[in-house]
């Protein structure tokens, strides 16, 4: 069964951070773009940040451009966000999700974890 | 970057046909724009629907479509049916900034 478990999330304050995992199962994680999404409570969904299969190209939306970083351990199947000089604003659910290079973007997605940023 | 824009919700009638678009801020929507669909249902992550326009998963049921129509994406549904009540989001492709930008979702109310 394919498969993605996020870890990680908490309570932060502003400025502080946090390291977000993925690990993933049930498919050969090396050969799939994986994608990170966000939804803030109540809002709809953001794309946030997507890497390719051997870490060597990575795009980010603007607004965390310069704070997250996106990275993967292909020998571990795991994906993760660093994320730094955390604001309210980036409070949320955040989503990884894997891309399937046969079909589409965000084919399997994980449950999510909850990230707060209050002090 | 791209402003992707949906219907911020839509009613229809068990049975009923409805369709949901999605338009970008930078001109018509094309195939170029690799149209996505997904649904998500309270307390659920997103699923994937449609990708790349009007291809299907395996999973999606077959009263789901996805089409280019007046220079949006759109997706329609046939035969609605009361657990199709969920938000919709369009995902289209901004290549000149190399990411994904999601539409606002359209909240769908199955009356």
């Known amino acids: 069964e394919v498969q993605l478990v996020e870890s990680g999330g908490g309570v932060v304050q502003p400025g502080g951070s946090l390291r977000l995992s993925c690990a993933a199962s049930?498919?050969?994680?090396?050969?799939?773009?994986m994608t990170w999404v966000r939804q803030a409570p109540g809002k709809g969904l953001e794309w946030v940040a997507n890497i390719k299969q051997d870490g060597s190209e990575k795009w980010y939306v603007d607004s965390v451009k310069g704070r997250f970083a996106i990275s993967r351990d292909n020998a571990q199947n795991s994906l993760y966000l660093q994320m730094n000089s955390l604001r309210a604003d980036d409070t949320a659910v955040y989503y990884c999700?894997?891309?399937?290079?046969?079909?589409?973007?965000?084919?399997?997605w994980g449950q999510g974890t909850t990230v707060t940023v209050s002090s | 970057q791209t402003v992707v824009t949906q219907e911020p919700s839509l009613t229809v009638s068990p049975g009923g046909t409805v369709t949901l678009t999605c338009s970008s801020s930078t001109g018509a929507v094309t195939s170029g724009n690799w149209p996505n669909w997904f649904q998500q249902k309270p307390g659920q992550a997103p699923r994937a629907l449609i990708y790349?326009?009007?291809n299907n998963y395996y999973w999606t049921p077959a009263r789901f479509s996805g089409s280019l129509l007046g220079g949006k994406a759109a997706l329609t549904l046939s035969g609605v049916q009361p657990e199709d009540e969920a938000d919709y989001y369009c995902l289209l492709y901004d290549g000149g900034a190399h990411i994904w930008v999601f539409g606002g979702g359209t909240k769908l109310t199955v009356l």
């Open positions: 999700a894997r891309d399937d290079p046969a079909a589409g973007p965000l084919d399997v």
């Open positions: 790349t326009t009007s």
């Open positions: 049930g498919f050969t994680f090396s050969r799939n773009w």
